[in-house]
C-alpha cells in the first residue's frame, strides 16, 4: 500500500511498503519556498504542484506550464532568480534536472542535469552577475556549473580545496552556501561539523577553515550590506564571523543553548542588526533586535506549520512571509501581526470527489470554492466556471448515461456534466428542498431529500431536466438515500431510517408506457428491515460478490445489508459510533474503506478485522474508489485531495483469479477467456461501471467440465443492446467459490 500527497520530504507518512503520500492539490499545497523577481513579484513553489508568481496587486497563479509532469505532479526540490536578471528563473525537479526560464515563468526549458546526483537538490544558487555560473546543493554535495546548468562538476573534493585537506571525511553535509551580494565570485560554504570553506573564484579554489566551529551547525546566514559578516547557530548558540567565515565568536548574554534548535536563520537587510530565526514545527519565531544579544519571541499564526522564512528584499517593514501548510502569511510589522497572502492559493474544504471513468486519470472534486478538475496532463487543478453552473456544488453522482460523465448536485440543485466538464443543464429544486442522494435507475434520475415526505425524480429529455413528484407515504428522515439494485434492474431501494424497496412491473394495459410517464412513478414501497438500527444513512456502496451485499454507513455504525432472501442487517465495522462515507473495492470485493469522523479504515477480509490507514495532520472529509488507477481518493479537510496506492492482495482468502482480456484497451470488440476449475452446471459473468452499475449480464447453459475453456467476445453493449459509454468495465463471475475478475478500457 502506499499513500500518495502534497508534503515536504522530510515529513512523509510511511506505510507498509515504505512508499510517501501525494497530495494533488488543489491550488498547491505545501509552499516551499519563496523568491522575489523582477518588478515587485514574487515566485514560490509548492512541493508537487510546481510554481506560482504573483505580480505586485494582482494573485498567485500557476507557472508550472512547460515543466516535467510526473504523475500529476510538478516536484520542484528548489528555485533561485538571477539578480542582475530577475526575470530569470531557474527550478531543480526532484529527479535532478534543472530548467531556466528567461520570462518569470511563461516558458520552461531544460538546462541540463547533474547526473547520477542520487539525492534532492535543495539549493539552487545563480552567480548574481551572471546567470551561466550556477552552484546547486544537496544534503552532502555542492556542484558548480558554468554553462548555465548543462554541465557540472563536483566539488569539496580533495583535488579541489586547499592543502589543508588531509584527513578530511569528503562526505561532507553542507548547512548552506552564502553568496557574497558585493564581491562576484566570493561564497562562503558552511557544512555542518567540517567547518567552513570559502572561495573568491567561483569555486575555482576552495579554501578550507576547519573545525573553526565548536560543534554540528543548524543554520547560517549572511549580512547583505556586509557580505563579510555571517552568523551560524549551533547547539543553540549564536556564532557571528566578521571575517568571511576564518573565525567565529560566541554570541549572546543568555547563556548557552538559548536559542534551541533553529532552521532558518535571517538578516534583515533593511536593518542588519536585526536577525530572525525559525523554530522547527509551528513554535515560535524569534528576533533579535541587537545582532544576536537578547531575542523576543513572536507568535506564528495559529494552526500553521511553517516551512519557510522569506525577507523582502528591501528589508522587514516591507514585507516578511512565511510560506505554510495552507500557503502564505504577510506581516508588515516585523512579526508582530499576520494577515493571508493567499488570493490563488485559497485554503480549500473537500466537499465531495470522483474519479473518472473513462481512463484519463482525470478526478473530480467539489469544493467550497466551486467545482474542480484535476487533468494529470496538465499541471495543477483547473477550475469549472461557477456561472457555468449557477449554483455551489456538493455532491458528484456518476451517472451511467452513455452521454454523461457525472450528476452534480447541490443542496437544492442539480447539473448534467459531460466528461469534458461542460455543464448541459441545471435544474434549480423548490426553496424547502434538500438534495441528499440520488440515482439512475430505468432511464430516469431519481433524487431524494428533506422536504415533507418528499421523493422525487426527473426525466432527461433533449438536455432539459423534467422534475416529477413520487408517491411515498412513509416517514422521511434526514438525510435520505436512494440507490438501484445492480443484481435486479427492476428494483429500487430508499433509505430513510429503515429500507424501504419498490418493484416495478410494467402494466398489460400500457405495456409501452415508461417508469417516468406514470403518475407519481407507478411504484408501491414496501418495509424491508423489521428492526430501527439507524436514524441516518451516510453513504452506501454495493458490494460486487456473488450475492451483490449492500453497505451502510450509518449513524450508528456500518452495517451490511445481506441483499438475499432472508434480508437482514449485520454490524460489521470497526466500533465507529457514526460512519460518514463507505466504498469498496469493485475488483477486490472483500475490500472496503470507510470513514469515520476524519480517519479512514480499511478492512481486507470482507469486516473481519480493520486497519486504521493512520494519515498524519490530515482530517478526510470525504472517500471514492478509482477503479482505473486502482487507488483510493481522499478529501482532505482543507489540504486537497490525496490518493492512495494498494499492492496487490496477498490474502489467499480473497485472492481473484485473472480473466484474460486481450486486446485492451479496445475498439469494437475484445477477446474473455479463463480456464474452469470444477465441474459446474452453468456459468454467469456479469459486467459492471466502475461505479458499480451492470452493464451486462451473461449466462450460459453448461455443463462445463474442469479444464474446459470459456471465451467469450464482448463488443461494448449492455443488456438493452445501447453502446456503453468510453471507459473502464470490470468483468466478475465466481466458479466453485473461487472468484475471478479483469476490467477492460472500452475506447470510441
Request: hydrophobic share 40%; net charge negative; aromatic share 10%.
Amino acid at each position: 500500500m502506499s499513500l500518495i500527497l502534497l508534503l515536504p520530504a522530510s515529513a512523509l507518512p510511511a506505510y507498509q511498503d515504505g512508499s510517501p503520500m501525494m497530495n494533488e492539490g488543489p491550488f498547491g499545497g505545501h509552499v516551499q519556498g519563496m523568491i522575489p523577481t523582477a518588478a515587485g513579484s514574487w515566485v514560490l513553489w509548492t512541493d508537487d504542484a510546481g510554481p506560482f508568481i504573483r505580480d505586485e496587486g494582482g494573485d498567485w497563479r500557476s507557472i508550472a506550464e512547460g515543466l516535467p509532469i510526473t504523475n500529476g505532479r510538478v516536484p520542484i526540490t528548489a528555485m533561485a532568480s538571477c539578480t542582475i536578471h530577475p526575470e530569470m528563473l531557474f527550478a531543480a525537479l526532484l529527479d535532478g534536472w534543472i530548467f531556466r526560464s528567461t520570462n518569470s515563468g511563461m516558458s520552461w526549458d531544460p538546462a541540463g542535469c547533474i547526473p547520477g546526483v542520487g539525492e534532492t537538490i535543495r539549493l539552487l544558487a545563480p552567480h548574481p552577475g551572471d546567470p551561466t555560473r550556477i552552484f546547486a546543493l544537496t544534503r552532502n554535495h555542492l556542484y558548480r556549473s558554468d554553462n548555465g546548468g548543462r554541465d557540472w562538476m563536483e566539488l569539496l573534493r580533495p583535488a579541489n580545496a586547499s592543502t589543508q585537506n588531509l584527513g578530511v571525511d569528503w562526505s561532507v553535509q553542507v548547512v548552506s552556501i552564502l553568496i557574497d551580494p558585493l564581491r562576484p565570485g566570493t561564497a562562503l560554504v558552511v557544512t555542518r561539523d567540517q567547518g567552513t570553506f570559502r572561495t573568491a573564484d567561483w569555486g575555482q579554489r576552495l579554501h578550507w577553515f576547519r573545525d573553526n566551529l565548536p560543534g554540528p551547525v543548524d543554520a547560517a546566514t549572511l549580512d547583505p550590506t556586509i557580505g563579510t559578516i555571517a552568523y551560524t547557530v549551533s547547539r543553540g548558540d549564536l556564532y557571528r564571523s566578521v571575517d568571511a567565515g576564518e573565525s567565529w565568536e560566541f554570541i549572546g548574554f543568555s547563556g548557552r543553548g538559548a536559542l534551541g534548535r533553529i532552521l532558518q536563520l535571517r538578516v534583515d537587510p533593511g536593518w542588519p542588526s536585526r536577525l530572525l530565526a525559525l523554530a522547527p514545527g509551528a513554535d515560535k519565531l524569534k528576533i533579535s533586535e541587537d545582532g544576536g544579544f537578547t531575542w523576543q519571541t513572536r507568535p506564528l499564526p495559529q494552526g500553521e506549520t511553517v516551512r519557510t522564512l522569506v525577507l523582502h528584499p528591501l528589508g522587514c517593514e516591507e514585507g516578511l512571509f512565511l510560506g505554510t501548510d495552507h500557503g502564505v502569511w504577510k506581516s508588515r510589522d516585523v512579526g508582530r501581526s499576520w494577515t493571508r497572502f493567499n488570493e490563488g492559493l485559497q485554503d480549500i474544504a473537500i466537499l465531495d470527489v470522483a474519479p473518472a471513468s473513462d481512463g484519463s486519470g482525470r478526478i473530480w472534486a467539489a469544493t467550497d470554492c466551486g467545482l474542480m478538475s484535476f487533468n494529470p496532463l496538465a499541471a495543477g487543478w483547473e477550475p469549472i466556471e461557477h456561472s457555468a453552473i449557477g449554483f455551489p456544488v456538493e455532491n458528484l453522482l456518476a451517472s451511467p448515461s452513455p452521454s454523461s460523465e457525472m450528476w452534480i448536485l447541490g443542496s437544492r440543485n442539480l447539473g448534467f456534466m459531460t466528461a469534458d466538464g461542460h455543464i448541459q443543464s441545471t435544474l434549480e429544486l423548490p426553496p424547502d428542498f434538500n438534495i441528499s442522494g440520488a440515482a439512475w435507475w430505468k432511464d430516469c434520475l431519481w433524487y431524494c431529500g428533506t422536504s415533507g415526505d418528499s421523493l422525487w425524480m426527473a426525466t432527461w429529455e433533449e438536455g432539459i431536466f423534467r422534475p416529477r413528484t413520487v408517491a411515498f407515504h412513509e416517514e422521511v428522515k434526514i438525510n435520505p438515500w436512494i440507490c438501484s439494485d445492480p443484481c435486479d434492474e427492476d428494483r429500487l431501494i430508499l433509505g430513510t431510517g429503515s429500507l424501504y424497496e419498490a418493484q416495478y412491473e410494467i402494466p398489460n394495459e400500457t405495456p409501452h408506457e415508461t417508469i417516468c410517464e406514470k403518475p407519481g412513478g407507478g411504484l408501491s414501497w414496501s418495509r424491508i428491515n423489521t428492526a430501527d438500527e439507524f436514524d441516518i444513512v451516510w453513504d452506501v456502496a454495493w458490494v460486487l460478490d456473488e450475492c451483490l451485499d449492500l453497505l451502510l454507513a450509518t449513524d450508528r455504525g456500518l452495517f451490511l445489508f445481506h441483499n438475499n432472501s432472508e434480508m437482514t442487517l449485520e454490524r460489521v465495522g470497526p466500533g465507529a459510533s457514526t460512519v460518514q462515507k463507505v466504498v469498496c473495492d469493485p475488483i477486490e470485493p472483500t475490500r472496503w474503506f470507510i470513514q469515520a469522523d476524519g480517519t479512514v479504515y480499511l478492512t481486507a477480509d470482507s469486516g473481519r478485522s480493520w486497519k486504521n490507514l493512520d494519515i498524519p495532520w490530515m482530517e478526510v472529509s470525504t472517500l471514492a474508489w478509482d477503479a482505473v488507477g486502482e487507488c483510493l481518493v481522499v478529501g482532505l479537510q482543507d489540504k486537497g485531495v490525496g490518493r492512495i496506492f494498494f499492492k496487490e492482495s496477498s490474502n489467499p482468502e480473497t485472492s481473484i483469479e485473472p480473466i484474460t482480456i486481450s486486446p485492451n484497451p479496445f475498439r469494437g470488440e475484445t477477446h474473455l477467456s479463463f480456464n474452469i476449475p470444477v465441474d459446474i452446471p452453468d456459468l454467469e459473468l456479469r459486467i459492471y461501471s466502475v461505479y458499480g452499475d451492470l452493464v451486462r449480464t451473461v449466462h450460459r447453459e453448461g455443463p462445463f467440465p474442469a479444464g474446459a475453456l470459456f471465451s467469450w467476445n464482448w463488443d461494448g453493449t449492455s443488456d438493452a443492446g445501447h453502446s456503453v459509454a468510453a471507459g473502464v468495465y470490470i468483468f466478475r463471475t465466481v466458479i466453485g467459490g473461487q472468484p475471478y475478475g479483469g476490467k477492460a478500457h472500452f475506447l470510441r
